[in-house]
């Protein structure tokens, strides 16, 4: 079986810091991400996708951290077609615009080209310590299954080439019908690693939970269940605590994964006090992992 990686999807959160989770003595950015890194081994960096990242960050996180310990990293939401801040963008490559967002075409190619190189060389120190595990592109929900979108897979793997993109889909076309086997064998074609989903359903953006390994490299993110799925307020989206019976079922399900893959890593996404940190420990635990 391959290595099973368990980590959550922050270690920032401001209700994780109201909940105790951290001991008082952990009382600033370097001892709470030391405390984090104890724990688990992997840790998915999100604020990432809302502004990217300083490689002087970058260079902190890897000093902070033990040497097997793994980041993956969300990329920046102009990267995958979101709707974006424009005081989000690097200040001299911002469009003269008096629109409060915007996406891809609104800017200049040369400058989209530029925030490519400019966030993937900021994540330079985590290449060098060898903590950079995968850059995760999640997808809004209007990114269907189309031929220019898998070609976009294909293009995010290029820019992003010798690093390793992860792709999660956020839309049911991808796995309606006979759509689940076109989208797992053209990322299998092309060895491009399937990010696996838990989240609840009934939605337009809902994806089933189907585990599949199509490289080698597999990652599951846990959304939860809530039942305020639609709220702008995350923390009412992601509010979820897994029962112990929701984890112990996931348990096998998640060595088959491993066995097929070489390395398998788990986030806990449930951001919302110590929900995540508590599902993960759980989860740790059934998969006979000590972190």
Same mark, same amino acid.
Request: hydrophobic share 35%; aromatic share 12%.
């Given at each position: 079986?391959?290595?099973?990686?368990?980590?959550?999807?922050?270690?920032t959160? +401001? @209700?994780?810091?109201? %909940?105790?989770?951290?001991?008082?003595?952990?009382?600033?950015?370097e001892? +709470?991400?030391?405390?984090?890194?104890?724990?688990?081994?992997?840790?998915?960096?999100?604020?990432?996708?809302?502004?990217?990242?300083?490689e +002087?960050?970058?260079?902190?996180?890897?000093?902070?951290?033990?040497?097997d310990?793994?980041?993956?990293?969300?990329?920046?939401?102009?990267l995958?077609?979101?709707?974006?801040?424009?005081?989000?963008?690097?200040?001299?490559l911002?469009?003269?615009?008096?629109?409060?967002?915007?996406?891809? *075409?609104?800017?200049?190619?040369?400058?989209?080209?530029?925030?490519? @190189?400019?966030?993937? %060389?900021?994540?330079?120190?985590?290449?060098?310590?060898?903590?950079?595990?995968?850059?995760?592109?999640?997808?809004?929900?209007?990114?269907?299954?189309? /031929?220019?979108n898998?070609?976009?897979?294909?293009?995010?793997? /290029?820019?992003?080439?010798?690093?390793?993109?992860?792709?999660?889909?956020? $839309?049911?076309s991808?796995?309606?019908?006979?759509?689940?086997t076109?989208?797992?064998?053209?990322?299998?074609?092309?060895?491009?690693?399937?990010? %696996?989903?838990?989240?609840?359903?009934g $939605?337009?953006?809902?994806?089933?939970?189907?585990?599949?390994?199509?490289a080698?490299?597999?990652?599951?993110?846990?959304?939860?269940? %809530?039942?305020?799925?639609?709220?702008k307020?995350? $923390?009412?989206?992601?509010?979820?605590?897994?029962?112990?019976?929701?984890?112990? *079922?996931w348990?096998?399900?998640? +060595?088959?994964?491993?066995?097929?893959?070489?390395?398998?890593?788990?986030?806990?996404?449930n951001?919302?006090?110590?929900?995540?940190?508590?599902?993960?420990?759980?989860?740790?635990?059934?998969?006979?992992? @000590?972190?």
């Open positions: 079986m391959g290595e099973i990686k368990v980590g959550t999807a922050s270690w959160d +401001r @209700t994780l810091l109201d %909940s105790g989770w951290y001991p008082q003595t952990a009382d600033t950015p001892k +709470r991400l030391a405390y984090y890194a104890r724990q688990f081994p992997v840790v998915e960096v999100d604020a990432t996708y809302y502004a990217p990242p300083a +002087r960050t970058a260079r902190l996180w890897a000093e902070r951290t033990p040497a310990f793994t980041f993956n990293v969300k990329a920046f939401s102009l995958t077609g979101h709707p974006t801040k424009v005081s989000a963008i690097y200040k001299e911002r469009p003269e615009t008096d629109k409060r967002n915007v996406y891809p *075409d609104d800017l200049p190619p040369q400058a989209y080209e530029e925030v490519w @190189t400019r966030f993937l %060389s900021a994540l330079d120190p985590l290449v060098e310590a060898g903590k950079l595990g995968a850059l995760l592109f999640q997808f809004p929900p209007w990114f269907t299954i189309r /031929r220019d898998k070609q976009y897979l294909l293009e995010v793997t /290029r820019r992003c080439a010798p690093l390793r993109p992860v792709f999660e889909f956020r $839309h049911a991808w796995f309606d019908g006979d759509n689940a076109e989208t797992l064998d053209f990322l299998r074609e092309h060895r491009l690693a399937y990010v %696996s989903v838990d989240m609840p359903q $939605h337009r953006s809902s994806i089933p939970p189907v585990l599949a390994a199509t080698d490299l597999a990652v599951v993110r846990f959304h939860g269940h %809530s039942d305020k799925w639609t709220s307020d995350i $923390h009412e989206k992601f509010g979820y605590h897994y029962s112990a019976r929701e984890l112990k *079922d348990a096998p399900r998640l +060595r088959e994964l491993a066995a097929e893959t070489g390395q398998t890593h788990v986030l806990m996404n951001c919302y006090r110590d929900f995540a940190q508590d599902n993960a420990r759980q989860l740790q635990t059934l998969l006979g992992e @000590t972190g």
